[in-house]
């Protein structure tokens, strides 16, 4: 099944910094590679996503570049401001067990943190 | 929450008891899921739906059923709860158009298991 490790699990930096999280997968097979911002109390919400064909993907402050070689796709945000504060999870598109029908797998989180 | 509601939102529930929570979605989506979130473990799939009367199972689906008799609610039923089963749970929808991975999540439940 799909094994998905998301590096660091918490990271502050400053207003106005960029902030990058990593995700790795292991399902060489995985296609779709989305990732979640979920704020305190609500629940996850679809903030950028890329598809296997594609290296990367910009939406204004945020971006998501994909490395299918090595299996593994970051989420890059730029000039960070104090609203992105949240839980972000990647959540590739792999079996979470043999035999399984595809799903989303999830990673364990990262809480960023943006200090004003 | 992409039309997406649950209930209840909070429930304290006594071990053994059943329990049943509901997803409603005024969309008509063909494609629905429920998650457990639980501290160090983001969000695992217990069951999803492809149709009505359509389900199977995700991972963590022991102890879990679900029912889907109209295409707008997709029910969890905890049969027995345990204190396992203190969780907050999640549903979404994948809008179901063609190629389409995309899932849009409810606000969640909260259920404490004494």
């Known amino acids: 099944g799909e094994n998905v490790e998301q590096h660091p699990s918490t990271l502050s930096v400053q207003e106005g910094d960029s902030a990058v999280i990593k995700c790795t997968y292991s399902?060489?097979?995985?296609?779709?590679f989305p990732w979640y911002k979920q704020e305190l109390g609500k629940g996850p919400q679809l903030i950028i996503d890329?598809?296997?064909?594609?290296g990367e993907k910009k939406d204004q402050r945020i971006a998501v570049t994909l490395n299918k070689t090595a299996k593994h796709f970051s989420l890059h945000i730029t000039e960070t401001q104090p609203e992105d504060s949240a839980v972000y999870f990647c959540a590739p598109y792999g079996e979470f067990s043999s035999g399984s029908a595809r799903q989303l797998t999830f990673g364990s989180g990262t809480q960023l943190t943006v200090l004003p | 929450d992409a039309g997406i509601t649950q209930s209840p939102r909070h429930k304290v529930t006594e071990t053994g008891t059943p329990v049943t929570l509901r997803c409603h979605q005024t969309?008509?989506?063909?494609?629905m899921y429920w998650y457990r979130q639980d501290p160090g473990h983001g969000l695992r799939l217990i069951h999803y739906s492809y149709g009505v009367k359509d389900t199977d199972k995700g991972e963590v689906s022991d102890g879990y059923s679900v029912s889907r008799s109209k295409t707008e609610d997709f029910l969890l039923t905890l049969e027995s709860a345990t204190s396992s089963q203190t969780s907050v749970y999640f549903c979404?929808?994948?809008?179901?158009?063609?190629?389409?991975?995309?899932?849009?999540f409810g606000p969640g439940t909260r259920l404490t298991v004494t």
């Open positions: 969309e008509n989506h063909r494609y």
């Open positions: 979404a929808i994948n809008p179901g158009q063609a190629g389409s991975y995309e899932q849009y």
């Open positions: 890329i598809r296997s064909n594609v």
């Open positions: 399902d060489s097979a995985s296609n779709y």
